[in-house]
């Protein structure tokens, strides 16, 4: 799965109805859909352009105390939470809404302080009580069972090599901390996030009842840091063919007399003797340190993994040191989030539809939908055209490639179908058990499609996502009804920003299917080679270009983008754009475009592509960002204009300016 944003033709029509979004230009937005007042005029277009249409925002924005970035897409994500909270204050006055007796329950700080460690306290003795190999093994299939982190990772996902059905994946853990840089690096701020870290583990530790919480937390750290060590970095694992390994669960076992993962994979509720290794090696050597591990390290690490599971829904104590740790030292965040947002996000993790169908309803109506399906068809033959007229891939390749954007599943607003949660109970007062509930079912929701065909109705986000998605193995992208307002679209306003906008956004979902990753899907979605070798060879030279010029950005001193990390949506991005800048000039139907605001259509399209990137970040999140996140950093997203021509028209950038590309230099792939 791709996503758009970091946290993955015809107009959408007048259905949609128009927001003002806070923090934009007041009141009613600009004929042009771009908030001029935003701009920095100071900064001319081809020395910064992120600035330039950016940089009166940045300078008046100040990122909120509970948050660790703030933009386009957060304030959106509010306004959805805002919606989803009046929702959910309407259901909590219902008493029998499964959501608003969990959110009620959720809201309730104060009952869930007094109740203290009373209900974890059951659970934590059974951990504490952990002494053998076999204990742990069964106190780790019940935690994995109630959402609780593993050493190795275990999901449920559509079979890359057979995509009509769901296959189990068993891939290397995530640690404690965010990458193995985190463990690995000697910069100072890699060393303050370590020993932050262990302060973290004492605080939990301690909380938990452990005799020797120093010496357990150094333990958990030394074991953890073998883990990172042996993990594949962050860009490696997108390789779609070398995290494709059917395995036979047996042969992980094989030469092994520790730990059992087939034990494991029983007690998790997986019925199957076979998965999908991921980092098949990174696997193995995590397995051999388990295997050489304390069983006393073990524990604790598993004891510390449930409590940050749960931490909001246990002891103001036990918060505290979870947002010292996760929210402070990794995200830079000053202060935690309202109550009430994580309500609202325990309620959208937990039992989202029961608010899906509601928000829809209010929200989100059938014409918009129709009309959005309508805009990704006309960008669907815009990119047709653009594969027609490629000229580094041969006719034979282009026909297959035809045949996969034909095949295109556009998912717009919500899915056909809706969870059934009648298995679901949640009960009043009772937020840790709700939660502990909720995460059991969900699990074994997940683990009861091993084997089965493909739910194609099932989405991975709920209606009231900001973002998009493209799914490889359904050959689908993902439009939820959230991001399908301003500054996206809006139907009020001339057409070049919103194909700059959401225009490019759909485009960008679209490519992913033809990316570094997606190309090496078929139109039925299965991995297979179905380019020729010359086609690759070219296509990966054109590549090589784009992930050479994202590998110069320097967003910190000293940490530049990681170019093979991102390649796969810095592709999608000038896809993106490129087709829909396409579909934009055709849809003039050879008319020019009016000026507008002293703005020629040019360039509103290419502001309203630099408009829904009005973001900023804290140094601790953006430095986070740089080594796990697949998506640059906003600013130098933006800059990805450099490489079109119709850009460096529109602004009369030239060889003296710091972002002008000589068209040699230029990454032109789709």
């Not at 009952?111 to 742990?136: F, M, N």
């Not at 275990?154 to 990458?179: C, K, N, R, S």
């Not at 090696?281 to 524990?299: E, N, S």
């Amino acid at each position: 799965m791709r996503h758009f944003f970091p946290w993955s033709g015809a107009l959408i029509g007048a259905a949609l109805l128009a927001m003002t979004i806070p923090g934009w230009g007041a009141g009613r937005p600009a004929a042009s859909g771009f908030d001029t007042s935003g701009m920095d005029r100071s900064v001319a277009p081809g020395a910064d352009f992120f600035r330039y249409a950016n940089g009166g925002w940045d300078a008046r924005t100040a990122i909120p105390a509970d948050r660790s970035s703030t933009g386009t897409i957060g304030q959106l994500d509010d306004q959805s939470r805002v919606q989803v909270r009046d929702i959910l204050e309407e259901q909590a006055r219902d008493g029998r809404s499964r959501a608003g007796i969990a959110y009620r329950a959720f809201l309730d700080e104060a009952a869930i302080d007094r109740a203290g460690r009373v209900p974890v306290a059951p659970w934590l003795a059974s951990l504490l009580a952990i002494a053998t190999p076999d204990d742990y093994l069964a106190a780790a299939a019940r935690a994995g069972r109630q959402g609780v982190e593993l050493p190795v990772a275990f999901a449920v996902e559509p079979d890359d090599g057979d995509p009509g059905h769901y296959a189990l994946t068993i891939a290397q853990g995530v640690p404690g901390m965010p990458d193995r840089n985190y463990y690995l690096s000697d910069a100072v701020t890699m060393r303050g996030a370590r020993a932050a870290y262990r302060d973290y583990l004492i605080r939990t530790l301690r909380f938990a009842g452990v005799a020797t919480p120093e010496a357990a937390a150094d333990n958990i750290v030394k074991l953890e840091t073998g883990i990172a060590s042996a993990n594949w970095p962050a860009a490696d694992s997108r390789d779609a063919r070398r995290t494709y390994n059917p395995t036979a669960i047996a042969a992980l076992d094989a030469g092994r007399t520790g730990y059992s993962v087939a034990t494991l994979v029983r007690g998790l509720g997986y019925r199957t003797t076979r998965a999908i290794v991921r980092q098949p090696d990174a696997v193995a050597a995590t397995l051999r340190l388990i295997d050489a591990a304390p069983v006393a390290t073990l524990r604790d690490m598993l004891i510390v993994r449930t409590l940050h599971r749960y931490a909001q829904v246990l002891p103001a104590e036990l918060r505290a040191a979870d947002f010292a740790f996760y929210g402070k030292a990794i995200d830079g965040i000053d202060t935690p989030e309202p109550r009430w947002r994580r309500a609202v996000a325990f309620v959208l993790e937990g039992m989202p539809d029961e608010v899906s169908k509601v928000y829809v309803s209010r929200h989100f109506s059938p014409a918009t939908r129709a009309a959005a399906q309508a805009m990704v068809a006309n960008l669907v033959t815009a990119f047709g055209r653009r594969i027609d007229a490629l000229d580094w891939m041969t006719p034979e390749t282009k026909c297959r490639a035809h045949r996969k954007l034909a095949a295109f599943h556009a998912q717009i607003g919500y899915p056909d179908r809706w969870h059934d949660y009648a298995g679901l109970t949640m009960r009043a007062g009772d937020a840790f058990g709700n939660a502990v509930r909720a995460n059991a079912f969900h699990h074994d929701w997940e683990a009861a499609k091993v084997g089965r065909p493909i739910y194609r109705w099932e989405w991975s986000a709920t209606p009231m996502t900001v973002d998009a998605f493209a799914n490889y193995p359904k050959v689908a992208i993902t439009f939820p009804a959230a991001i399908l307002q301003p500054p996206f679209f809006d139907a009020r306003v001339d057409p070049a920003v919103n194909y700059g906008g959401i225009g490019a956004s759909i485009a960008h979902e679209m490519t992913h299917q033809f990316d570094d990753q997606g190309a090496k899907y078929d139109e039925r979605g299965r991995l297979a080679t179905w380019w020729s070798a010359a086609d690759r060879a070219a296509f990966e030279r054109r590549t090589a270009v784009l992930a050479a010029q994202f590998d110069r950005y320097e967003p910190l001193p000293g940490m530049h983008v990681n170019g093979a990390l991102t390649l796969g949506e810095n592709i999608a991005d000038l896809g993106g754009l490129t087709i829909a800048y396409d579909a934009y000039r055709a849809s003039l139907g050879g008319k020019p475009a009016p000026v507008i605001d002293g703005l020629s259509g040019d360039q509103r399209f290419f502001l309203g592509w630099a408009q829904i990137w009005r973001m900023k970040y804290r140094e601790a999140d953006l430095r986070r960002r740089l080594l796990t996140n697949p998506h640059a950093p906003a600013a130098q997203r933006v800059w990805t204009v450099r490489n079109m021509a119709a850009w460096a028209r529109a602004f009369d950038v030239d060889a003296g300016d710091a972002l002008y590309l000589a068209p040699a230099a230029r990454a032109a792939i789709w």
